[in-house]
């Protein structure tokens, strides 16, 4: 099992430009998450999901949609990219409620000029 | 919001040292996570305790959790160069989905 896992693993934006991060886990897990890490703190939500066709805002939605189409597959796109999006960008996954064990993909490393 | 703070923000210690690292919390708590960053890579779930228990362990690992206190700690014992990473905990808060995270204690392993 490849477990979770992201693309691209690196990208680099102008501002105003946009782009989609895709998520993919093959552990048929039900919750879905996309956090960011900034140097110095810990992870912030972004969005998450309960299953196929939810989606909620987390901590900080502002800036970022997402989709999840498929069960196995938790998009997160940027609209109009700006420098404060500069970030590392994770998916996970879990298969109970979010108080539980998450499975975390590799990361994506965005920058945005 | 950050609900969990680790302390210390670093730790250096020798290879075969134990490393004693805190997190405290600020709501109560369902269950308390601890998870492992290797530079550069995803986080790895190590341990959970959930609210009812006060000690659990996992090979070298042994986490305690203080509910009074709204406090936890991670102790690796005969610590290795593998072990160096940062560790986050991670609460659920009074949410059904988020976990709330801290921001992390870096931990380096001198050989």
């Known amino acids: 099992n490849a477990g979770v896992t992201q693309t691209p693993k690196f990208r680099v934006l102008k501002t105003g430009q946009s782009m989609t991060l895709l998520c993919a886990q093959d552990?048929?897990?039900?919750?879905m998450y996309w956090y960011r890490q900034d140097p110095g703190m810990g992870l912030r939500l972004i969005h998450y999901?309960?299953?196929?066709?939810?989606?909620a805002k987390g901590e900080v939605p502002d800036g970022y949609n997402v989709s999840r189409l498929k069960k196995q597959n938790f998009l997160l796109g940027l609209e109009s990219a700006a420098p404060s999006q500069t970030s590392v960008y994770f998916c996970?996954?879990?298969?109970?409620?979010?108080?539980?064990?998450?499975?975390f993909g590799p990361g994506t490393r965005l920058t945005v000029t | 919001s950050q609900q969990g703070e680790e302390d210390p923000q670093a730790l250096s210690i020798q290879e075969g040292e134990n490393a004693t690292m805190n997190c405290s919390y600020k709501?109560?708590?369902?269950?308390l996570q601890w998870y492992r960053q290797n530079s550069g890579r995803g986080l790895v779930h190590l341990i959970l305790?959930?609210?009812n228990e006060r000690e659990k362990h996992s090979g070298r690992l042994r986490v305690t959790l203080d509910t009074s206190k709204k406090s936890s700690s991670l102790l690796i014992t005969a610590s290795r160069a593998a072990d160096t990473a940062s560790y986050f905990c991670?609460?659920?808060?009074?949410?059904?989905?988020?976990?709330?995270w801290g921001a992390g204690t870096k931990l380096i392993i001198k050989p």
């Open positions: 999901s309960v299953g196929e066709g939810t989606t």
């Open positions: 991670a609460t659920d808060g009074d949410s059904n989905y988020q976990l709330i």
């Open positions: 709501t109560s708590i369902n269950n």
């Open positions: 552990m048929n897990h039900e919750y």
């Open positions: 996970a996954s879990s298969r109970y409620r979010g108080g539980y064990e998450q499975y």
């Open positions: 305790i959930r609210s």
